[in-house]
């Protein structure tokens, strides 16, 4: 028998949301890695998982959710939530070492909420090349980007200027 599943994808910003449809399995679990996947590298403030309209027909399909988490927290450092699972596939997570790295939320407000508040702040700019500047890293913009990130974090001195130097040469500040 074929299994089918679905995958809608939402960004609703800050937060994007995955709603899941169909029968989750060992057949389906790799194509709805490779969909959260896609989503983290669009690099959303947070992921929320949808699982109201899933069917969980082998519970080791679950581990998806702890592998995608895995990820999320390496790169690029967003928070993942499941919301509403079904009463089976809510005891399975229960049961497994899923639920120690991924929060479940019975309702999607709820776990909007929760991923919005774990998400860390972000800022997205796009550089430009700097007329007349050399070739390589120093030749970007990032250094004015850089310092006004940290004066809008009120960030400390010191940590600002790792980051400065980081953004200006593409390694760690010598002191």
Do not use: K
Not at 103 to 130: I, K, W, Y
């Amino acid at each position: 028998m074929s299994s089918a599943i679905t995958c809608e994808v939402r960004d609703e910003s800050p937060v994007t949301v995955v709603r899941l449809s169909g029968a989750l399995d060992l057949a389906t679990m790799r194509s709805v890695y490779t969909v959260l996947d896609h989503c983290l590298s669009r690099q959303p403030d947070a992921l929320v998982v949808d699982l109201g309209d899933l069917t969980v027909t082998d519970r080791l399909a679950l581990s998806v959710f702890a592998a995608t988490a895995r990820q999320a927290a390496d790169w690029p450092g967003v928070p993942v939530v499941l919301c509403a699972p079904p009463p089976q596939a809510a005891n399975w997570l229960a049961e497994s070492t899923a639920c120690r790295v991924v929060p479940v939320q019975q309702d999607c407000e709820e776990a909007t909420r929760t991923a919005g508040a774990a998400a860390s702040p972000r800022v997205r700019v796009r550089l430009e090349p700097v007329a007349g500047a050399s070739a390589g890293p120093a030749s970007w913009s990032a250094t004015p980007a850089a310092g006004g990130t940290c004066r809008s974090w009120s960030a400390r001195p010191r940590w600002c200027s790792a980051i400065w130097s980081a953004t200006w040469s593409g390694t760690p500040a010598r002191r």
